[in-house]
């Protein structure tokens, strides 16, 4: 038996209330799969929002105690260069020249920390097989995936009738 | 369903739909490249075959090849390094300055404007690469321990700055535009027929699956991304200007620099977008999605780009006077009546005077004209940057030191060979990635799309 059941459907606002239609007669969705980001579509289903902000805030933090750490060893305990009379007897005076490179290393290691935890969060690594249910879902189709073994209580011939009455353009197994 | 104004021109012009508009993105993947683009890719190519010799040479014989001498050290190259820099500001300004603006008409030409980012940063990367003389030993600008102790790279300079700059804004571009890719590449993976495609295109999304969870983490990705980017264009460009800014030379030792670079660099990258745009949306047939009305805002960023630019320049000038300084004042006179009067005439014209006629309608809403003028700055911006580099070493302290500078054969031959690199990056992206981003167009089709505007205002 096949784990799942779709509805195709071809316009956002259509599967949208289909959603809502579903969810009111207790029918859990486990999944949406569309072509492009709906809004509002997290409050329908009940996600919660994606956490990736403060994993950027965290990776930029610990690049910018990184970068000044960094540069206080290497240009004044390390080897310190008089350069141009610049002052470096400490970091508080050393700091604006410092700036502009801790500034840069804590957007770059906020940026790459935020998309390499997002592409691994998301599973879409190179060589990762593609899962979504029919090849229409990236152009102009959104589907809904009602999971068996979520939704036990309800029979396979329930499901369906609801999920007819969403006026999907298609109703498929896989 | 957010309706938008009627008076509002629609950002989709016909009668799109979903797949409508991945027909039309994909059109150009799937289909078989005309004889224009064979032939521009040909030109292209022998463009930068001569380059990529004449950057050879260089390597092998060293940078005396080049016109340089004790006077002028830094001629071309510094010129072709900041031009490109400049020219790759204006991508990552539209995704990302404009994300956070919410300004929907970013839609349809950030991707080739990120694409043409991309490969400009390349461009200029190379030019301080070569410069080096010998570029095996590129790896020391990064602060490595090395085999003579513990000698760090200096972390005061401003030429290091630079590497951090321009290496951050590169890797963080290239991210950003890669991961608005691969929904995209999804798209093209799931139409594909020919099992060479489907293989390649799955590898490059990914796997990509468009469950709503991955839309919620893709567009906070991109929000976060945009606001870490848009301090990044500010930065990077105001960090090349630094590179003269904190020298003594005069002509170049000015706090106006880095706003004046910024605005500077963003002037010619919509520049440059509108050259390649205003082609790319003929032969690829996407005049529904780039727009006139596209082309007006890009000329609209343009004009106020060139009038700030402008102003910096007469600032520069008049401070110049003011400041009391004689070498000061003599490296601006020198510069505007000196033998490098035509360079500044010509930066003058170019930059200030003919992107003012961008105020008329008229000229910013025709194609022609805007194409015309778009070459125009492109040319300006490069003599901007060769006046301020050129004219302020040519005549130094020293009279006995004043020369000229003469570029040979292979600094002609490199500069042609990266416009030509260029070409060759850029075509190649147009025949093989959507050159629109599918995914965000197809979010803003109901809004913004002629006919579902229609249906909404006859309601």
Request: charged share 15%.
């Amino acid at each position: 038996m096949t784990k799942a059941i779709y509805a195709l459907y071809d316009d956002d606002e259509v599967m949208v209330n289909g959603a809502k239609a579903i969810l009111a007669k207790n029918v859990r969705i486990k999944d949406v799969y569309s072509p492009f980001p709906i809004h509002g579509l997290e409050n329908v289903l009940g996600i919660k929002w994606t956490r990736l902000a403060i994993n950027a805030f965290l990776y930029g933090f610990t690049a910018l105690a990184l970068a000044l750490a960094g540069m206080s060893f290497f240009m004044i305990q390390d080897w310190p260069m008089n350069i141009g009379g610049k002052p470096n007897f400490d970091l508080y005076q050393n700091l604006p020249a410092f700036i502009p490179i801790t500034f840069e290393f804590t957007v770059l290691c906020a940026a790459h920390g935020m998309a390499i935890t997002y592409l691994i969060r998301n599973w879409t690594l190179p060589g990762v097989k593609a899962r979504n249910p029919h090849p229409r879902t990236t152009d102009d189709h959104f589907a809904i995936e009602i999971d068996r073994t979520e939704n036990a209580g309800v029979s396979d011939d329930e499901i369906k009738s609801i999920l007819q009455g969403t006026n999907p353009v298609e109703i498929f197994e896989k | 369903m957010q309706k938008e104004s009627a008076i509002r021109e629609p950002l989709i012009l016909g009668d799109k739909t979903y797949h409508q508009i991945t027909e039309d993105v994909c059109a150009p993947v799937e289909g078989k490249a005309n004889k224009y683009w064979y032939m521009a890719f040909s030109v292209a190519v022998i463009v930068a075959l001569w380059g990529v010799g004449c950057i050879l040479y260089t390597i092998g014989r060293g940078i005396g090849v080049w016109g340089l001498n004790t006077t002028v050290d830094w001629a071309w190259d510094i010129t072709n390094f900041v031009w490109w820099v400049g020219i790759g500001h204006a991508g990552t300004l539209i995704s990302a300055v404009l994300l956070l603006f919410r300004q929907k008409w970013r839609m349809a030409i950030n991707r080739s404007a990120e694409a043409m980012t991309i490969f400009a940063v390349m461009m200029a990367a190379l030019f301080p690469g070569i410069h080096m003389g010998r570029i095996w030993m590129a790896y020391w600008v990064f602060p490595l321990p090395n085999q003579f102790g513990s000698l760090w790279v200096n972390f005061n300079s401003p030429l290091l700055w630079d590497v951090f700059a321009i290496s951050t804004y590169f890797s963080v571009s290239l991210v950003f535009w890669y991961i608005g890719l691969i929904p995209d590449f999804a798209t093209i993976r799931d139409r594909a027929v020919k099992p060479v495609s489907k293989m390649a295109y799955s590898v490059l999304s990914f796997g990509w699956t468009g469950n709503a969870k991955a839309w919620i983490r893709f567009e906070e990705v991109s929000l976060v991304l945009a606001g870490l980017a848009t301090p990044l264009v500010f930065s990077v460009h105001s960090i090349v200007s630094m590179d003269f800014a904190t020298s003594v030379i005069p002509g170049w030792h000015t706090t106006i620099f880095p706003p004046y670079f910024v605005a500077g660099a963003i002037f010619s990258g919509f520049a440059m977008v509108q050259t390649l745009l205003l082609i790319a949306r003929k032969v690829l047939s996407l005049e529904s999605y780039i727009t006139v009305k596209h082309i007006e805002y890009m000329n609209i960023v343009i004009v106020i780009t060139g009038s700030i630019v402008g102003v910096a320049y007469l600032s520069e000038l008049f401070i110049s006077w003011y400041s009391g300084v004689e070498y000061e004042g003599y490296a601006f006179m020198n510069r505007a009546t000196g033998p490098y009067w035509w360079a500044y005439a010509s930066m003058m014209t170019c930059n200030v005077i003919i992107p003012q006629l961008f105020w008329f309608k008229g000229i910013r809403r025709s194609l022609i004209t805007s194409f015309i003028l778009s070459i125009f700055v492109n040319v300006g911006m490069w003599f901007e940057r060769f006046v301020i580099i050129v004219t302020s070493l040519h005549r130094d302290f020293l009279p006995s030191n004043w020369g000229m500078f003469h570029p040979t054969f292979v600094d002609v031959g490199i500069f042609l060979g990266t416009i030509g690199i260029f070409f060759v990056l850029f075509l190649l992206y147009s025949r093989f990635f959507p050159v629109l981003a599918l995914n965000e167009l197809k979010s803003i089709l109901k809004s913004s799309g002629d006919n579902y505007k229609k249906l909404h205002h006859n309601d």
